[in-house]
């Protein structure tokens, strides 16, 4: 691997700088949102078992009228406006995606997060080789974005618990503000960041 180089801010595009930074919060609330497992659901008094007998007579006993067991008012009853299937997903355009993206990676070019390098190659596949590549970086954390993973890298950037590593097409706005720094390469930095 090259020597990483921290990517300065005349770098980027005119395009990826004043950028409204709600675009990034809509995007990261539609993203999280798509997260929910969506499993949380009750019955209602119709999907309950048992109830078919009238549990005691309309009238007669000076009490109130008892129509079903399954009633939500009984204990193994029906549950009254409890949670249900429902579709979290919230919309969000095409357009905002590409500015909620440009937005976080303005972002850690402004603070010097962002390194770019010609490859990130570990052609050893050791861990202690990887983690000599991310030290360089005095970060907390790091995301590795590289044009295609090799099995050798993958091994040995795997077991870094502070470290993650993806390839260019799943690259999106929520990751990219969620590590401390970036380690890109080069190619994959020219091919965000060429205007269109």
């Not at 409890?82 to 919309?91: A, D, E, L, V």
Request: hydrophobic share 35%; glycine share 8%; with cysteine.
């Amino acid at each position: 691997m090259s020597n990483a180089v921290v990517v300065q801010t005349n770098e980027l595009p005119a395009s990826f700088k004043d950028i409204n930074s709600h675009n990034l919060y809509l995007y990261v609330k539609s993203y999280l949102a798509a997260q929910r497992a969506n499993t949380a659901r009750v019955k209602n008094r119709s999907e309950v078992s048992g109830g078919g007998k009238k549990p005691k007579a309309q009238k007669g006993s000076g009490g109130a009228r008892w129509g079903s067991k399954r009633s939500p008012l009984f204990v193994g009853g029906g549950q009254v406006f409890g949670p249900t299937k429902r579709n979290y997903k919230q919309k969000i355009n095409r357009k905002q995606k590409g500015l909620a993206l440009n937005f976080a990676i303005n972002a850690h070019v402004e603070k010097g997060s962002l390194f770019v390098a010609d490859s990130v190659k570990v052609e050893s596949g050791k861990t202690k080789d990887a983690i000599s590549i991310v030290n360089e970086l005095n970060q907390r954390d790091t995301l590795i974005i590289v044009d295609s993973i090799e099995e050798k890298s993958y091994l040995a950037f795997r077991n870094i618990k502070n470290c993650y590593m993806i390839e260019k097409q799943e690259i999106n706005a929520y990751l990219i503000s969620a590590y401390h720094s970036i380690l890109i390469e080069k190619s994959v930095f020219e091919s965000l960041t060429k205007e269109a």
